[in-house]
């Protein structure tokens, strides 16, 4: 970990819509009351004119960086966040909310329905990206904040920043949507709904009713997680990770662990049900399967005169949203004349290269935050 | 389906070792009885020497080729095998086997453990490739075949070939491995292990003891046979087959099956139930994660003047055992100055090309058997 990090941070939470006044979503359905958990960092100016969204991937939450106590656990995104980083809260202030629909402090369908005093469960209403940014659209209006020097995120997190900046103009001057898709392929896809199935079908999630009994689809959501994590690294940092090493060489084979990969996964199943909820995980990657910003109709008509300023980034080994899906964004914003460009970023780390100290990725996303707008 | 193919066929079975004289695993352990299915199709020559033998792969059985009774319903490799075909049954005699540990009729981890007249289980001992072969050799003796023409198989079944080759210089002229490996990779690997995860943790698994109680891991192999199945095709071909269409357009947002590619996924998984077994899945997996034929000490004299043509055939589009393995395979044989080309076939089918129609395929590997031995 770099030294001259963000110190200790707090998760705050404010009530972004009430049972009264309700969130409505795209769909029509009314939700409330919506709270939202934010952290910032950094300071805001004077003219409040330099934050800087940033948007987390399906599993991630407010806590992007600094820590929380322990300065050894420190944010998702601490190596990019902080005082002379790429996204440099000595210039910018940094605002990192969990989204609609999360289980890390953000209502979602594991928070208490006060129609029925329990908690939602499948009752909680499908949502879209659109959605997302509909709360944190509201959260920013709390925090008295008009327009964002930038929004970025990596996959869905990008999604959402791409969204908001094509449905609002004047939101943003930039934009950066790193490792994202503009719409997921068949296998995309694919691997979300073996996912959602390996939760559903656990007979512990008990139709989504899991909560109260006082046990969760434990199973079908470390299974789900442990696949959807292949997923995100590569075959070569697979490779270069664990090769075929044996936690005990000369061991007897067997049909358990025994391989450092799959004592690996194991650990990242099991990890994972401690900090993630499984409608959330549910609901999440949902909204990225029906993500497809650029088929709506008028779309050519929305996009006309957009003045934001985009910057996609691809990975050289992401195969989740691999460099096509980047390209796809770009060619469909600049074939209605907005500025937008494309980096493809060489990295062995896959998907998850969005996380890591990737230099040519972090000097990319500091120049397109820091230089003057075109 | 093409005309002319074989006609009805039936699967024989043959006691290959008995309690007395049981099988000897790798491991030492004795096995016995060991019962084998297999199918034959063709004649064999009247100087026993136009014997093709076909290895199935990790879920295939003996039915390779011809019918059952419903000609609309035809073997696993009833493109290839057949009268004009590229596994020529004019020309071959062709001998199709279910394999050790298997569910489709040879003895595997279902079958009753005569020692305790329950089925085996999780007592089922590990079983190597080269297992695989101490069993099909008996098998041949029992047809009193002395050499083979040829041996070949995809996936698992090119890698108890290419074993099978490696043990014995003598015992076929040659040896076709397709999309096969040689080393799985630590990827390859994490997929299997959150396969038999899946499985494993099913609550129905009970411990392996799940046919006693008429209760299957139904849920844990439906989800390993779908995220395994996703490995099988390619980013194109779930592209082509499927895009992003829906099975009824317009409908609301959901969480349940919806896309086509999702429907279909769900059947993979439905009807894999009916036709195959948990416990033999967990073992024929890992027989391959522990796979390295080449790793053997004195591999160096072992494989000296082996006399085998060798012929690897890898698909462009295969991203479970991609073309690197198929070069490994043929590297390492040429280094020891043995006979090995490699094909690597432009398909954009994935791993499940070696199933299908791919004219260069089907080509590569007819001349490969008819051509004059060199």
Request: charged letters at 25%; hydrophobic letters at 35%; proline letters at 5%.
């Amino acid at each position: 970990m770099e030294a001259g990090g963000l110190g200790e941070v707090k998760t705050e939470s404010v009530v972004c819509f009430t049972e009264e006044e309700p969130l409505v979503l795209e769909s029509g359905a009314a939700l409330g009351p919506v709270e939202v958990a934010y952290e910032t960092y950094g300071e805001l100016s004077e003219d409040r004119d330099n934050a800087v969204f940033v948007c987390h991937a399906l599993t991630g939450d407010a806590h992007a960086a600094g820590h929380h106590g322990d300065s050894e656990r420190r944010g998702w995104w601490d190596r990019l966040i902080g005082p002379g980083k790429p996204i440099d809260t000595d210039q910018f202030f940094v605002i990192s909310p969990n989204l609609l629909g999360g289980c890390q402090g953000t209502t979602g369908p594991s928070s208490i329905n006060p129609a029925t005093g329990q908690r939602y469960g499948l009752e909680f209403p499908m949502f879209s990206v659109r959605d997302l940014n509909t709360v944190h659209r509201r959260l920013l209006e709390k925090l008295e904040i008009e327009q964002l020097h930038a929004a970025l995120g990596g996959s869905l997190g990008g999604m959402q920043a791409l969204q908001w900046a094509i449905d609002f103009p004047l939101a943003m001057e930039r934009c950066a949507v790193i490792c994202a898709s503009a719409e997921l392929s068949a296998m995309n896809i694919a691997f979300s709904t073996v996912a959602r199935e390996a939760i559903m079908r656990d007979p512990d999630f008990q139709g989504g009713r899991y909560h109260e009994s006082g046990r969760g689809p434990n199973i079908g959501l470390a299974v789900a997680r442990m696949m959807a994590h292949i997923t995100y690294l590569s075959e070569e940092s697979f490779a270069h990770k664990f090769g075929r090493a044996r936690r005990i060489e000369g061991t007897e084979p067997g049909l358990g662990p025994d391989f450092e990969v799959e004592h690996y996964l194991h650990h990242q199943g099991a990890s994972f049900l401690s900090r993630f909820d499984a409608l959330t995980y549910l609901y999440l990657t949902r909204t990225m399967d029906y993500f497809t910003p650029f088929d709506e109709d008028e779309i050519d008509k929305k996009l006309r005169g957009n003045p934001t300023e985009f910057l996609a980034i691809s990975f050289s080994s992401d195969w989740r949203f691999a460099s096509p899906h980047s390209e796809r964004i770009v060619s469909e914003l600049k074939a209605r004349q907005l500025n937008a460009s494309h980096t493809d970023v060489e990295s062995p780390w896959g998907h998850d290269s969005f996380l890591l100290d990737v230099p040519e990725y972090h000097e990319a996303l500091a120049q397109f935050l820091q230089r003057e707008a075109s």
